[in-house]
């Protein structure tokens, strides 16, 4: 199990992720909205959850794309 730590900025950034997994979340554009270099936020990022933003991102999408298919929704 991983031991994930807290982080301020982290934590906003998950939260944001969260909220809007439609949108935009590109490592730049993460960077741009929290005012991080975008290799800190990588680095920062994996550090603290112990995967990628990319396979977070991906992984979050691919729940909620399974729970609109099971729902009988049309994913547009």
Do not use: P, W
């Not at 809007?20 to 680095?43: G, P, T």
């Not at 603290?48 to 991102?57: A, L, M, P, W």
């Amino acid at each position: 199990m991983v031991d994930v730590k807290y982080d301020e900025d982290i934590n906003k950034i998950l939260e944001y992720i969260n909220k809007n997994l439609k949108e935009d979340l590109s490592i730049n554009s993460l960077a741009s909205r929290f005012y991080l270099n975008k290799y800190y936020l990588m680095h920062k990022f994996k550090e603290h959850t112990g995967v990628t933003v990319h396979k977070y991102v991906q992984n979050k999408r691919l729940i909620m794309a399974k729970d609109l298919i099971e729902k009988g929704k049309i994913l547009a």
